[in-house]
């Protein structure tokens, strides 16, 4: 695995401008706070929807025999940019260890669901099998 920081880009602590990983890539379907039954955790409540987007794409990533740092990118739609800091902590605890995806943020007027305040997009990178 390789990580680019080029000079001349801003330096930051949470994300890194590349990850470069071998192995066959997964788009996977933006995750958000819905629980097993499809109903939305923490109504109005930022951190209890960035807890369960996170615990979504960890039983996403068990679901297919990969960990956090087989995520090279994530894009994150957010209803309120005002959810920065709460996004960067669910963010940091869930990436806790591992080399940091290269990442987007964008401010969007809505998701498919009112309620919902953020959705993530990853694109992981499962090892090569040989």
Sequence with gaps: MDIVNPPGLKQQSYYNHVKIRAGTPVFATGQVA??????IV???DID???AQTYKNIGLLLAGLGATADDIVKTVTYVTDPAFTAAIHRGRLKFFAGVELPASTFVH????ADARMLL???AVIML???I
């Design 34 to 39: 819905w629980d097993e039954a499809g109903e």
């Design 42 to 44: 923490g109504e109005g």
């Design 48 to 50: 209890a929807q960035v």
């Design 108 to 111: 969007v007027a809505g998701l």
């Design 119 to 121: 959705e993530i997009d």
């Design 127 to 129: 090892p090569a099998v």
